[in-house]
């Protein structure tokens, strides 16, 4: 069965570190691959997907992730965190069917150290 | 562009009470449209998905129904809620072709007393 772990559940970075936010997959097939942000009492928002081609990908707000399919990871990175980017993290991959699901991993939320 | 409206924003209920949660999507047509529980402190749970007018799927057995009259509205309801049904619902919705890429709703707050 697909599934999503995001081994950890609350990270704090100091403002101006680097990040790097963790997701493992389980798909049976070359996976469709999301990170979405949710900041408190809001909807999520996309920050990027893979989909094919260069596994190297960029989003928005500098956020890049890289896939790396002998590792089943697709790990979100960014260069320097900003105060602004406190909030939950969502790693998800895309199911391949006509309903295409999407399935969540549990979360990650980042803490911002002043 | 396409945009997504849930309403209401918060809701608190007791228990015992109907429940009726509202979906509409903008700018799109026979859009995939999808309902997520999230609980406190956890995950996304995928509730139910339609891939059409009057077509529901539902992933989880629980005390709560969808509809989906139309081609953009979607509807969460329950007859009796619980305790248990306190959390924030999310609406989203696919374009049918395509990267299967989900726009996500502003959300409901709902706690049931």
């Known amino acids: 069965a697909q599934s999503v772990t995001q081994p950890d559940i609350h990270i704090t970075v100091s403002e101006g570190a680097s990040l790097e936010l963790r997701c493992n997959y389980s798909y049976g097939a070359t996976p469709y691959l999301f990170w979405y942000v949710q900041s408190p009492g809001q909807g999520l928002q996309l920050l990027l997907k893979?989909?094919?081609?260069?596994?190297l990908v960029q989003g928005i707000k500098g956020f890049e992730a890289e896939f790396k399919r002998s590792q089943s990871s697709f790990n979100l990175r960014k260069p320097s965190v900003h105060w602004s980017d406190a909030a939950e993290y969502f790693c998800?991959?895309?199911?391949?069917?006509?309903?295409?699901?999407?399935?969540f991993g549990s979360g990650t939320r980042l803490s911002i150290r002043p | 562009s396409q945009t997504i409206h849930q309403w209401p924003a918060t809701l608190v209920q007791p228990v015992g009470s109907p429940l009726s949660l509202e979906c509409t999507v903008e700018g799109t047509s026979n859009p995939n449209l999808y309902w997520y529980r999230q609980a406190a402190g956890r995950g996304l749970q995928l509730l139910f998905y339609s891939v059409g007018i009057g077509q529901i799927s539902s992933e989880v057995p629980q005390n709560l129904s969808a509809s989906r009259p139309q081609d953009r509205q979607f509807i969460l309801s329950s007859k009796k809620l619980l305790l248990s049904d306190s959390g924030f619902y999310l609406c989203?919705?696919?374009?049918?072709?395509?990267?299967?890429?989900?726009?996500f709703g502003p959300g409901t707050r709902l706690t049931v007393l």
């Open positions: 989203a919705w696919r374009r049918r072709v395509g990267n299967n890429e989900q726009f």
């Open positions: 998800a991959v895309g199911v391949y069917s006509s309903a295409s699901k999407i399935i």
């Open positions: 893979y989909f094919s081609g260069d596994t």
